[in-house]
């Protein structure tokens, strides 16, 4: 990619922009939220134009008008935000991206699907292909996300944060299929964030800062925090309170202390399509706490975040929740916003029920906006105004409007599903201290369930730790809050079952 200009409106993408990628090398894009970098891989990718600059694949210019066009290049990419049919299932989604998945009649190839079951199991990727992808959550989508654009040959492979909702095995994995697929020949261009994953993965990294670039560099030539001060532009702390006193693995509830209850699921089950999701779930969470909960995308941790956020009952059991809860979503962009909303309206959503933000019937909108520009402004969404709408943002700048609208109404309880997906490094720090710094705000602190496949934000904030594993919620001893053991139990070694 040569010297590649992408304007929308009155900003600038990206800005004289060049890029390399050689056959059978993993290269690390890397930048903060809004900096540019899917912008670059959706026009590599043929679903954007440059304005100005061009792009190359094999040593020829070439214009691509469309996705199709670049697939037929040899070019596919596997979207932050997926580009799934909801209504389909795994399997037709599939077979619809890939041709040869069809005869010249429009039936399906003869035992195109055990090509597919096939490549799944070399690839090691254990995939849902007979669930419609609307009942799946993200890590089982991003599976058929992957799948689906390494049925057919693929000489340019474009990842777009595949790890933000992976496990720390599964992302092991994912890297030994990059790397073998690599080796046959495939460049791969890997969008990330988490830096130490990336340096493991990648052959060489290209930082861009605010739509330009800054580095190039072998990885090995570079540490994460060298790349963290390019990202930034200067020293990323740590951002974490220092006084955060731990809670006891098992601490005491009495009426009107600070630790007292505010909310629980007694015997709680639910089920899709007559399996159960939740599995006779009790938990208790309490005032000042982290609660934190991994597991394996797809152990029931999306049901038992609508539980606890009162978005869906109980099929059985008992739910005791507050009046108001704070949630962040994991699909921030069929959950957490309205893509056609101002980042004013979509932050109305957590102010329409509270006295300051009315007058009588009607919304003040002039104090509606007034608290979207603080949010703005503290969160560091990178828009032009709050008047811009969230179609408009970064998935990172959703992500960071959607995190700071659900602190707005967590006086009771935050139930914060990935929080940190898809956001840079500094925009992670100041996320995480967010975090711990509510939980321990006041003298009336809400409770917060912090659910994430990302053991270091687990391990980082938490008080208390549980593993959902096929809809059951296993607790975790405090001698075993370590990513070895919480990772065993996260894939059901513990269970006796197979991983």
């Known amino acids: 990619m040569r010297d590649v200009t992408r304007r929308f409106g009155p900003v600038t993408a990206l800005e004289g922009v060049s890029f390399d990628l050689v056959p059978g090398e993993i290269h690390g894009l890397l930048g903060e939220n809004g900096a540019g970098k899917t912008t670059l891989a959706r026009i590599l990718g043929g679903l954007l134009p440059p304005d100005e600059g061009r792009v190359e694949i094999g040593g020829r210019a070439v214009d691509l008008g469309s996705a199709r066009e670049a697939r037929a290049l040899g070019v596919a990419m596997v979207h932050q935000h997926f580009s799934l049919v909801p209504r389909f299932t795994g399997f037709q989604n599939i077979a619809l991206f890939n041709g040869e998945a069809w005869t010249a009649k429009g039936t399906a190839a003869p035992e195109y699907r055990d090509r597919v079951e096939a490549r799944a199991a070399e690839l090691k990727l254990e995939v849902e292909l007979d669930v419609a992808v609307e009942a799946l959550g993200v890590g089982a989508r991003q599976r058929i996300e992957i799948l689906k654009a ?110 007292s209850l505010v909310a629980s699921l007694e015997r709680v089950t639910t089920t899709r399509d007559g399996q159960p999701t939740l599995r006779d779930v009790t938990v208790e969470v309490r005032r000042g706490e ?110 960071k409007v959607v995190t700071g609208r659900e602190f707005l109404r967590s006086g009771d309880l935050l139930v914060a599903e990935s929080p940190t997906r898809g956001l840079d490094v500094k925009a992670t720090v100041a996320v995480r201290s967010r975090i711990a710094t509510l939980a ?28 959902m594993a096929r809809g059951r919620l296993i607790p975790v001893p405090r001698d075993a809050h370590n990513p070895r053991d919480i990772g065993e139990l996260m894939l059901g070694a513990r269970e006796g079952e197979p991983s």
């Not at 008992?318 to 101002?342: C, K, M, N, Y």
């Not at 019937?361 to 969404?381: G, H, K, N, S």
């Open 290 to 399: 982290v609660l934190g909960i991994a597991g394996v995308d797809g152990n029931g941790q999306r049901e038992l975040a609508r539980v606890l956020a009162g978005i869906r009952a109980p099929d059985a059991g008992d739910a005791v929740l507050p009046a108001e809860v704070g949630w962040i979503p994991q699909d921030r962009g069929h959950e957490g916003l309205v893509s056609d909303f101002t980042i004013s309206e979509n932050i109305a959503f957590a102010l329409h029920g509270k006295d300051t933000f009315r007058t009588g019937p009607w919304l003040d909108w002039d104090e509606i906006e007034e608290t979207a520009a603080e949010l703005v402004r503290d969160m560091d969404v990178r828009a032009t105004s709050p008047a811009a709408t969230a179609a408009t943002l970064s998935g990172g700048n959703q992500q």
């Open 440 to 467: 321990r705000d006041g003298d009336q602190p809400p409770g917060v369930v912090l659910i994430s496949a990302d053991l270091d934000e687990i391990l980082e904030l938490s008080d208390r730790i549980a593993v």
């Open 150 to 259: 390494l049925m057919s040959e693929t000489g340019v492979l474009l990842l777009d944060e595949p790890t933000a909702v992976l496990a720390p095995r599964e992302v092991d994995g994912l890297f030994a299929v990059l790397r073998e697929v690599a080796a046959a020949g495939t460049g791969i261009v890997l969008v990330a964030h988490k830096l130490d994953e990336v340096l493991a993965a990648a052959d060489r990294v290209t930082v861009l800062r605010r739509g330009r670039w800054v580095m190039t560099e072998a990885a090995e030539a570079v540490s994460a925090g060298e790349l963290a001060e390019a990202m930034v532009g200067g020293v990323v702390g740590d951002g974490m309170p220092e006084d955060r006193p731990a809670m006891d693995a098992d601490p005491p509830a009495p009426d009107g202390d600070a630790r």
